[in-house]
């Protein structure tokens, strides 16, 4: 529109207040107005000294050669100015506005780029887990709970989110993502993106259909499900992942929170590795790392830091030294289990579990242990650690002993 076009139109309405007549691109022009109060006054692109804002005033309050004296030129003049700031005033809250929100964005898409890996937009994930409902809530954590969902082209995703009462926090996501976003392998969960909006922050893997080993082997009826042939090829795969993490990955990594609950299971009932929260790297040469700090779940940490007198280890081990070590097995089992692996799996886990760290295998010593055939002759296991034979004075000593080791240093070489 030219400038008088756009004045007739403003002029066609009582309630346009104000109009003007910007440059738009190739000195093209168009038309901007303002009906009712007159707010929300900015800068439009490309505008120069040039370029003006004309606003309507009542007729009484219009300069006037004829019957208009200084006295009434005043108002006008004021009213110019007093809208002139206003009209300042306004851009300069507006421009404050807008570059508030684009550093906002320009915060979050940095934040996404550094985890290096695909970002979901928050609308999507909300979405595929019909708004995070409970009825799609398919487990909870240390990190926050977990949501099973759908991508619109059918893939089928697990979503962990942070919650505000997290156990772990922003350090523990941050390492979780850096960790597996550089980890590649078919005994590890894949993990598919992240979503990373205000204070949302959540983690989207592959689907595992079958959830986690301890929904099995502790559960009456699933534990059947698991013949000894397939519960030795979860072992073999667990420990398959591991000497990756160990050994052939890029980053040398302790996983620190090896569990049931953390060894997810696929359709075929194939192993994988997760939860990476807890994880720690260790560099290529470095075979000691000083900590302060006990790390891990009760039960399934380093023999130096559990009491062993009264758990599965300190029973496991009375029943190896008694060679009785097959009562160790589940019962369902009886049908299906081949014996010399049942006990090469017991007599290498005992094996894992001395009492000092330098006698314990590495993870390619373990995997060969595991898949050697009958008859291969195997070190015998010594004492796990901390194990007193079960007395009640022996426990409390045990007790002590364990509380004031967690001061200690822990050997995190990768064994």
Same mark, same amino acid.
């Given at each position: 529109?030219?400038?008088?076009?756009?004045?007739?139109?403003?002029?066609?309405?009582?309630?346009?207040?104000?109009?003007?007549?910007?440059?738009? #691109?190739?000195?093209?022009?168009?038309?901007?107005?303002?009906?009712?109060?007159?707010?929300?006054?900015?800068?439009?692109?490309?505008?120069?000294?040039?370029? /003006?804002?004309?606003?309507?005033?009542?007729?009484?309050?219009?300069?006037? %050669?004829?019957?208009?004296?200084?006295?009434?030129?005043?108002?006008?003049?004021?009213?110019?100015?007093?809208?002139?700031?206003?009209?300042?005033?306004?851009?300069?809250?507006?421009?404050?506005?807008?570059?508030?929100?684009?550093? %906002?964005?320009?915060?979050?898409?940095?934040?996404?780029?550094?985890?290096? *890996?695909?970002?979901?937009?928050?609308?999507?994930?909300?979405?595929?887990?019909?708004?995070?409902?409970?009825?799609?809530?398919?487990?909870?954590?240390?990190?926050?709970?977990?949501?099973?969902?759908?991508?619109?082209?059918?893939?089928?995703?697990?979503?962990?989110?942070? &919650?505000?009462?997290?156990?772990?926090?922003?350090?523990?996501?941050?390492?979780?993502?850096?960790?597996?976003?550089?980890?590649?392998?078919?005994?590890?969960?894949?993990?598919?993106?992240?979503?990373?909006?205000?204070?949302?922050?959540?983690?989207?893997?592959?689907?595992?259909?079958?959830?986690?080993?301890?929904?099995?082997?502790?559960?009456?009826?699933?534990?059947?499900?698991?013949?000894?042939?397939?519960?030795?090829?979860?072992?073999?795969?667990?420990?398959?992942?591991?000497?990756?993490?160990?050994?052939?990955?890029?980053?040398?990594?302790?996983?620190?929170?090896?569990?049931?609950?953390?060894?997810?299971?696929?359709?075929?009932?194939?192993?994988?590795?997760?939860?990476?929260?807890?994880?720690?790297?260790?560099?290529?040469?470095?075979?000691? &790392?000083?900590?302060?700090?006990?790390?891990?779940? @009760?039960?399934?940490?380093?023999?130096?830091?559990?009491? /062993?007198?009264? &758990?599965?280890?300190?029973?496991?081990?009375?029943?190896?030294?008694?060679?009785?070590? *097959?009562?160790?097995?589940?019962?369902?089992?009886? @049908?299906?289990?081949?014996?010399?692996?049942?006990?090469?799996?017991?007599?290498?886990?005992?094996?894992?579990?001395?009492?000092?760290?330098?006698?314990?295998?590495?993870? #390619?010593?373990?995997?060969?242990?595991?898949?050697?055939?009958?008859?291969?002759?195997?070190?015998?296991?010594?004492?796990?650690?901390?194990?007193?034979?079960? &007395?009640?004075? /022996?426990?409390? /000593?045990?007790?002590?002993?364990?509380?004031?080791?967690?001061?200690?240093?822990?050997?995190?070489?990768?064994?």
């Amino acid at each position: 529109m030219s400038l008088n076009e756009c004045q007739s139109q403003c002029s066609k309405s009582c309630s346009c207040t104000a109009y003007a007549n910007p440059f738009i #691109s190739d000195g093209v022009s168009g038309c901007l107005m303002w009906f009712g109060d007159l707010i929300d006054i900015r800068e439009p692109p490309g505008a120069d000294s040039n370029i /003006n804002i004309y606003i309507r005033l009542p007729v009484s309050e219009l300069e006037s %050669t004829n019957d208009l004296d200084k006295k009434t030129k005043r108002p006008t003049k004021l009213i110019f100015i007093l809208t002139a700031v206003g009209v300042l005033i306004s851009g300069l809250i507006i421009g404050g506005i807008l570059l508030k929100i684009r550093l %906002t964005r320009q915060g979050e898409e940095r934040k996404t780029k550094d985890l290096e *890996l695909p970002s979901f937009d928050l609308a999507t994930v909300a979405a595929a887990t019909d708004n995070f409902s409970s009825e799609n809530m398919i487990g909870e954590g240390g990190f926050g709970p977990v949501y099973w969902g759908s991508l619109s082209d059918g893939q089928g995703i697990a979503v962990k989110r942070l &919650s505000k009462t997290s156990r772990q926090g922003i350090e523990e996501f941050k390492n979780e993502v850096m960790l597996i976003a550089k980890l590649q392998h078919r005994n590890l969960v894949r993990l598919l993106g992240c979503c990373t909006k205000g204070e949302e922050m959540m983690l989207i893997y592959e689907y595992m259909q079958n959830k986690s080993l301890d929904n099995f082997i502790f559960d009456q009826y699933k534990r059947t499900i698991l013949s000894w042939p397939k519960r030795y090829d979860i072992i073999m795969g667990i420990a398959r992942g591991l000497l990756y993490l160990h050994h052939d990955s890029r980053l040398k990594i302790i996983h620190r929170d090896l569990k049931t609950s953390n060894i997810l299971l696929d359709e075929y009932l194939n192993p994988k590795i997760s939860d990476f929260g807890l994880a720690r790297i260790v560099g290529g040469c470095q075979h000691i &790392s000083r900590t302060k700090r006990v790390i891990g779940t @009760y039960g399934y940490m380093a023999p130096e830091h559990r009491d /062993n007198s009264d &758990s599965l280890l300190g029973h496991a081990w009375l029943l190896w030294k008694e060679d009785k070590a *097959l009562e160790l097995m589940d019962e369902c089992l009886k @049908y299906s289990f081949v014996e010399w692996q049942v006990k090469r799996c017991i007599h290498v886990g005992l094996l894992c579990v001395q009492k000092y760290a330098k006698d314990r295998p590495v993870m #390619s010593s373990v995997l060969f242990m595991l898949g050697s055939e009958e008859g291969v002759n195997l070190p015998d296991p010594k004492e796990p650690g901390f194990f007193m034979g079960g &007395s009640s004075h /022996n426990e409390e /000593n045990c007790k002590a002993e364990s509380i004031a080791n967690t001061m200690t240093i822990t050997d995190l070489e990768a064994r």
